[in-house]
């Protein structure tokens, strides 16, 4: 099919597509337009002859002028590749800018996706998937796509001609290139291979109810990987709540929601095909007003003018710092930096950040986190890395879990202790520094300091005057003393200076099958567990010596009868 077949050239100059799907080179309309234009006389639809005034003219085989009145719309372009085509003047002016994606991509189909001034190009993309082999592409050259695609119109470049190209097909690794438009082709790059750790179906996943799903806290927040450190800022706090798969599920849940199949799917208020993380860290002074989570900021003018997306900002109405993600226009560098909802500051030093092709980070099994994402800190493990939003990468402790398992709940008592010389309870673990007598104590102090393997919260044994070791619930912990609720220890339930006192790292009825405590592992700890039943279905009394390692630690309770 030839292209005078395809086009019709009006006498107003408009050339317009009206049949066949066949695409052309810009320097193929160019070579189209000067042919009628040596023509005697116009016929048919082409009504361009030598009497016309030349319809365009040609800079480079891939710039090409359209002159006077000629033009051609928005559906027109679609079918023409390979440079860039002006038109107009003045306030009059179009520009579509030729497009050249070279690449591979490991799925058919993959939908190229093309971000102009913080939307999609076409929501629903007349270039299609790759299962077509491409648009105007070429396999053996390693070309996906070339297209043209609308710059500059009505004399105004449309965000500074800035567009980015990306891939993000389900079970694949994301890409995306940042290109800046013009005459010519411009080209950007793109590459997607299998993950790895993308393996559940689609389906699956948008079909998660309950604490299936993983959850995130949105804003400026601090997490505390109880690594030492304290807690550091993070711009979010993921956990995969109940799912099973754990990291992996929070991996996936994340890169459903940005997926070329989320159009819906919402981060931080806007569309999750959109979202791509922080992108700059701005300081910010002399702030006047109140910021709000998730809204879009502004500053500057003409050339210097930009829009972001508030993703966190370390006070809304005294803020120093503020982290964003680049929506329109070029990064922040001076004057105001202003909020729709009122809040506005003196910008200072501006620092981008780097963006990874996920915005979570990387994922092969281990987790490295992206700039600022945070991630609740008990479903991390050690070789987990996250970094907090100064910069600083956090790697939390090694959590390991005991568990003691064939039980039968209601019935069982539990009791887990540390490990004395022989088979028995080490009860002399710890000792009182101080004695315990009043009616409202909150401390229990000890004279060296407690294991630093301890579990944040949970429960000690105290000896007693009488003899009797009694069970007390602490709140938290540091160096040698136990936070506890409120107690009344005076006489008969009073502990001289020097009583004994053990930590009772499971000591409870069971309520399930199994039991079990966690805490961060600091070298291999020795054990003794005793589970008792007497009651309903009495059994012998099952104890063992255990041992919490690196990689925790379990014990299963025999259950022989003493009917």
């Not at 710059?151 to 995306?176: C, E, L, N, P």
């Not at 208020?269 to 300081?283: D, P, R, S």
């Not at 994402?373 to 100064?390: C, F, M, P």
């Amino acid at each position: 099919m030839a292209i005078a077949d395809d086009f019709s050239v009006a006498v107003n100059g408009d050339i317009r597509h009206v049949s066949g799907t066949t695409h052309y080179t810009v320097l193929e309309l160019h070579r189209f337009l000067q042919d009628l234009a040596d023509n005697a006389s116009a016929s048919g639809n082409d009504l361009v002859d030598i009497t016309s005034s030349t319809p365009s003219e040609r800079s480079t085989d891939s710039i090409i002028t359209l002159l006077g009145t000629y033009n051609i719309d928005d559906d027109a372009a679609e079918y023409f590749y390979g440079g860039s085509i002006k038109q107009g003047s003045g306030g009059t002016e179009v520009i579509y800018s030729g497009l050249k994606v070279l690449g591979a991509v490991n799925n058919s189909n993959t939908q190229i996706q093309i971000v102009q001034d913080n939307s999609l190009y076409d929501a629903t993309p007349f270039w299609g998937t790759q299962s077509t082999g491409g648009y105007n592409g070429d396999a053996t050259a390693g070309v996906l796509l070339r297209i043209l695609v609308k710059s500059k119109d009505a004399g105004a470049t449309i965000d500074g001609q800035r567009v980015r190209v990306q891939a993000r097909h389900w079970g694949d690794t994301y890409d995306f290139f940042n290109v800046t438009l013009g005459e010519g082709e411009a080209v950007a790059a793109i590459g997607t291979t299998p993950d790895a750790q993308n393996t559940s179906l689609i389906a699956t996943v948008q079909g998660w109810t309950g604490g299936d799903i993983p959850t995130n806290t949105e804003g400026y927040q601090t997490i505390n990987l109880n690594n030492g450190n304290g807690a550091q800022p993070y711009y979010s706090k993921w956990t995969y709540n109940s799912n099973a798969a754990k990291l992996k599920a929070l991996w996936e849940w994340i890169k459903e929601l940005t997926s070329q199949a989320s159009p819906a799917a919402d981060l931080y208020g806007m569309n999750g095909e959109l979202f791509l993380g922080i992108t700059h860290q701005v300081n910010i002074s002399s702030p006047t007003g109140t910021y709000v989570q998730n809204e879009i900021v502004s500053w500057g003018s003409g050339g210097t003018a930009g829009t972001g997306a508030l993703l966190a900002i370390d006070s809304f109405t005294a803020g120093t710092k503020m982290w964003i993600q680049l929506l329109t226009g070029v990064a922040p560098a001076s004057g105001a930096i202003a909020g729709a909802g009122g809040g506005s500051a003196t910008i200072g030093v501006v620092s981008s950040k780097t963006v990874p092709k996920i915005f979570l980070g990387s994922y092969t099994g281990t987790l490295i986190g992206a700039f600022g994402v945070g991630v609740d800190a008990a479903k991390l493990t050690a070789s987990d890395t996250i970094q907090d939003l100064l910069g600083a990468t956090q790697t939390p402790p090694n959590n390991v879990v005991f568990t003691v398992s064939g039980l039968v709940a209601g019935e069982d008592y539990v009791l887990v202790g540390p490990k004395d010389t022989g088979n028995a309870i080490k009860f002399d673990q710890l000792a009182l520094s101080t004695a315990l007598t009043g009616a409202t104590e909150t401390s229990v102090v000890c004279s060296t300091s407690i294991p630093a393997d301890t579990p944040a919260t949970g429960s000690i044994r105290i000896e007693l005057d009488s003899g009797i070791y009694r069970r007390v619930d602490y709140t938290s912990w540091a160096s040698d003393t136990f936070t506890i609720d409120s107690t009344d220890f005076t006489d008969p339930l009073d502990a001289s200076s020097s009583n004994n006192v053990w930590i009772s790292y499971i000591d409870r009825l069971a309520d399930d099958t199994s039991e079990a405590f966690t805490t961060i592992y600091s070298s291999s700890r020795n054990l003794y567990v005793r589970v008792r039943d007497g009651g309903g279905t009495p059994i012998k009394t099952f104890e063992s010596p255990a041992v919490l390692g690196s990689a925790g630690g379990s014990a299963v309770a025999s259950r022989i009868t003493d009917a």
